[in-house]
Structure formats: C-alpha cells, structure tokens
C-alpha cells in the first residue's frame, strides 16, 4: 500500500499466466531475457495480472482489472492461467472492499489481459463485474477495437464489448485529461492505438501507472519492446521521455506484470541506463 496525500494506492494481484517469451521480449535475444525470466518448457514467461487500486475522497477506482476467469479449458492451457486465493474478488476482499463498492474503472485498452475481468459469469449469464463502476476508455481506441489490424485481431473479446455498451456505464474520453483531482489520464500510442496510462499526483508526488509501456521492471530498457506492439518506435520514444522524466522528478512507476516488484522510483545508472533504485512495494 502506498499513500499520496489523501490517496491510497493498493496492488491487487488477480492471478498468473504465462506468455511466450519472445513475444514479450521481441527483438531482444533469449540469452539476455533469460537472466531476468527463465522460461518454461514452452518458451513462457511467468507473468503477473496486478490491478491498480485507488482510493480516496470517497471512490474507489480500479485500473486495468485483470485477465479474468471466463476461459475454456484450451485457453486456460495455453495461457497458463491460475487465479489464487480468490482472484480479483480475494483481492478486493482483502482490501475491505466488494465489487460493488468499486465507482471507477479505468481501462488504458480493451486487450483481453487487462479487460477480461470486466466481466464475470453470473447464472450462466455473462454480465459486468463492478455494477456501480463508470467504466472510463478512450474513444480513438474502443473504435480501433471495433476495427482492429490483423495483427491484434486475436487481443479484443469483442462479445464484451456489446455488453459494456449496454450498460450506460461507459464514459468514452477525447484525450489527455484529468479526470478527477489529481488523477490524470496521459495517452500512448506506441502498444495500441489510444492506449491510456494514469498519472496520479497529490502532496507533492507522483505515481505513474506504466501499463503496458513498460508491463516489468526488465522493460525499464527502453529498446526492450514486446513484439505485441503496433508501433515499437513509438513504444521506445515514449518510454524515453516518461523515464526522463521520471529519473529527473523522482516518480513512483507501478507495474502490471512483474512478479516480484509492484511499484518502485528509478534512477540513471551513469551508463545512461535507467534501473530500479527503491522498491516500494
């Protein structure tokens, strides 16, 4: 748990899966992945699915919820997936919260890692897993998702998408903006078309949620690029700049995937590299 000001930010593990390697890693050689994230006997890596909690001035908005637990058994396999002391419901639980006390969920993209969780099964009926949540996503990207290249066809659930809509919980955005006090939504464009990334600052600091511009602490080296990224040249410019700045005005990056280290400030290593200095959680 971390505090900014009247904020609390709270990491709330969903689960684990596994994803290939070298997908992650693109155009980086196994030998120098391999030292960070030993693979299995398939090549995957072990990954985590961390949401995002923040409360404060009476809400409680969670970012990026999760991979979710409406898979198959073949999807399940090939993802390795594993949803531990109760998934996201244990999470929340443990925070002291339902999901009904959930009021925002921010989504920085509709792949389905970060927001299959959206939705649960209930009665053999799929419906939305926080009932009382605005649900907050850029529109440049919910018509990309609509839309998508053959190359991301394959990360959208499209049946969730009708459901959403439906549901008059959807808030679509034109932008930067900032979206309650301190809560600031900053659009990348390098992993998705439209992708939104949340920049929280109260009392004199910051805390960058990093999503999937930097999904681990390995991913700090800015030409480290999964090769799920629509636009890998933009993915490195963009994380130069927020790193820069990161380094300069000692920020805290949260993480999403990174099994070890939810959140942590960075620093240069005087070979120009930038490297976790303090764990923070």
């Not at 998934?87 to 299959?116: M, N, P, Q, Y």
């Not at 130069?240 to 960075?266: H, I, K, N, S």
Request: with cysteine.
């Amino acid at each position: 748990m971390l505090r900014l000001g009247e904020m609390t930010v709270t990491p709330l593990v969903e689960g684990d899966f596994a994803l290939d390697g070298g997908a992650l890693f693109g155009a980086v050689p196994r030998p120098l992945w391999e030292r960070r994230f030993p693979p299995d006997e398939r090549n995957r890596v072990n990954l985590v699915t961390r949401a995002m909690l923040v409360s404060g001035c009476g809400r409680h908005l969670l970012v990026d919820p999760g991979i979710g637990e409406r898979w198959d058994g073949k999807s399940r396999a090939i993802y390795g997936l594993h949803h531990a002391d109760g998934g996201l419901e244990g999470a929340l639980e443990r925070a002291g919260l339902t999901r009904a006390d959930i009021t925002d969920v921010v989504l920085s993209h509709l792949h389905f890692d970060v927001a299959g969780a959206l939705t649960r099964e209930e009665a053999g009926q799929a419906r939305l897993a926080f009932p009382r949540a605005t649900v907050h996503l850029q529109r440049r990207h919910w018509k990309w998702a609509h839309h998508p290249s053959e190359k991301d066809r394959g990360s959208f659930r499209h049946p969730d998408f009708a459901l959403l809509e439906r549901s008059g919980q959807l808030h679509l955005l034109e932008g930067a903006t900032e979206l309650y006090p301190g809560v600031h939504l900053v659009v990348s464009e390098g992993h998705t078309v439209g992708m939104q990334l949340v920049r929280l600052e109260q009392a004199g600091q910051t805390l960058m949620f990093c999503g999937d511009l930097i999904p681990t602490t390995a991913h700090l080296h800015a030409p480290w690029v999964p090769a799920f990224d629509l636009y890998p040249l933009t993915s490195i410019e963009e994380k130069r700049q927020l790193l820069a700045q990161a380094v300069e005005e000692g920020w805290r990056l949260f993480f999403t995937r990174d099994p070890a280290l939810a959140a942590c400030t960075v620093k240069d290593d005087g070979a120009g590299q930038v490297v976790v200095d303090a764990v923070l959680a």
